[in-house]
């Protein structure tokens, strides 16, 4: 007799339930090897069952190897099918993996980096895909090359000639999943153990784990309200790259003047090392007009890194790398091993979307709407805290920098914040060297309305008026 169940009310199918129970009965060994189990007839008329329902979980059990049938003599559990527990089997259902922990309690997070994804342009999007998928030869469904499809690199070289100054051919371009993936990239092309990376201090965490991923050393320069302090390079190490934010330093957002740029482009002309410049969000420039790339200085020195996330959507994975020309043949060779190639149908609806001016016209509508929410944002923070803050970095991109006077971001003091509803981010967590900026906060704004940023304000009014008033106290 087999002790097994049927829960008709589980969206489970019944064979799946037979087979399920009666699997983990063997691996655990309360079904022996060579133990005889019931004939289907039998174990259908048990479980008041269909017999069709047996026969089909027994079928699945012999073909995976569970059991074995002797003609004339029945169905026996087969040699070697235990397997001896070892730790366990961990619960799904208790974890909150892939959940928001934040859900379900009105919480205004002013992550960085998050453009308005209600204000995507679906629907000339969706009119384009139907088009592509439409027009596209049968060609189009196979596999690709690596480094992206000619009319999306085609496009791009004109429209980063024209926009951002960037000097390239189409063939120097190689399309990425995102900007992660560029980075990762050219850290395997370029880096390998204990080699040098001169890198800005603070700058994004994720990119201190690209570079140190494969053994190199980080060697740190502090910025300063125009982004590195290129005074600061050092002439006693031999470093394979640079890297930099120069259009928008991320976090602290400085912009490099033209005088650092000659600095460093002579500076790698000198040491013989690379400029990694990653361009993340310049086009956002709402104080004067755009800032030039690094890489139009000097293209053979400069590997130009841009993506589509924060101009358009994270959702479309959608980056580039624009390389010296003698690094296109080794990058390729890369990219083809990470991941073959991006996926060509999305590239081929993006490269029509530049083409037609969509981009364009995009970027210039959410500027209005940006500089709109940065500057309520502005108005909200000096309003609430007065003369007990300074703003800086917002002349570009979607977050600013509030700097306090008397005030340390401990992460006590960050969680207790979180109570109230609202999430900030210090600077802190992407410094390398700690402790020089305790009491700075990166505030995104780009995804918030009016609405959300001001009652974001609020709640951070509150909270910090409570936890003083809390500490003063005892």
């Not at 999305?346 to 530049?354: H, N």
């Amino acid at each position: 007799m087999l002790w097994i169940t049927i829960d008709r009310s589980l969206d489970i199918p019944l064979i799946r339930q037979v087979y399920e129970q009666i699997r983990v009965l063997i691996l655990n060994g309360d079904l022996q090897s060579g133990e005889k189990l019931p004939s289907t007839r039998e174990l259908a008329s048990e479980l008041k069952v269909s017999r069709n329902v047996i026969l089909e979980a027994y079928d699945q059990l012999l073909a995976e190897g569970f059991l074995v049938s002797q003609m004339g003599s029945g169905t026996f559990v087969a040699d070697g099918a235990f397997l001896k527990e070892h730790g366990g089997i961990p619960s799904f259902h208790s974890t909150d993996w892939g959940e928001d922990k934040n859900k379900g309690h009105n919480m205004i997070n002013f992550r960085s980096g998050i453009p308005a994804l209600d204000l995507f342009p679906r629907k000339i999007w969706a009119r384009l895909s139907l088009a592509i998928w439409n027009e596209a030869a049968p060609s189009t469904f196979g596999y690709d090359v690596p480094e992206g499809r000619y009319e999306l690199r085609q496009v791009l070289s004109r429209y980063l000639l024209k926009t951002r100054g960037v000097v390239c051919h189409p063939e120097q371009i190689v399309v990425t999943s995102g900007a992660t993936q560029a980075l990762t990239l050219v850290s395997k092309l370029l880096l390998s153990t204990e080699d040098s990376v001169i890198i800005e201090d603070p700058i994004t965490s994720d990119i201190q784990t690209i570079f140190k991923a494969l053994g190199s050393s980080l060697y740190l320069i502090p910025v300063d309200e125009y982004g590195i302090k290129t005074s600061l390079l050092p002439s006693h190490i031999s470093p394979k790259l640079v890297f930099v934010t120069p259009s928008h330093q991320y976090p602290l957002g400085g912009v490099l003047p033209i005088q650092r740029r000659i600095q460093l482009i002579n500076y790698s002309r000198k040491t013989s090392c690379y400029l990694v410049e990653d361009d993340y969000d310049s086009e956002f420039r709402y104080e004067g007009p755009p800032v030039s790339s690094l890489q139009g200085l000097d293209p053979e020195r400069v590997l130009y890194i841009g993506s589509f996330s924060k101009i358009l959507s994270p959702a479309l994975r959608m980056g580039y790398v624009i390389l010296p020309s003698h690094l296109i043949e080794k990058c390729r060779k890369l990219k083809w091993f990470s991941d073959l190639h991006t996926p060509s149908m999305d590239q081929l609806i993006l490269a029509r979307f530049i083409e037609e001016g969509h981009l364009e016209r995009h970027i210039m509508k959410m500027k209005k709407i940006y500089k709109k929410r940065r500057d309520f944002l502005i108005h909200c923070l000096k309003t609430t805290f007065s003369n007990n803050i300074k703003i800086c970095g917002y002349s570009t991109g979607l977050h600013l920098i509030v700097e306090w006077k008397e005030c340390h971001f401990s992460k006590e003091l960050l969680d207790e914040i979180e109570v109230f509803g609202v999430k900030i981010y210090p600077v802190e967590d992407h410094a390398i060297e700690k402790g020089k900026h305790k009491n700075r906060i990166i505030l995104g704004f780009g995804h918030l309305t009016n609405g959300e940023i001001e009652e974001g304000i609020t709640r951070l009014n509150q909270a910090m008026y409570s936890i003083k008033s809390r500490t003063s106290a005892t």
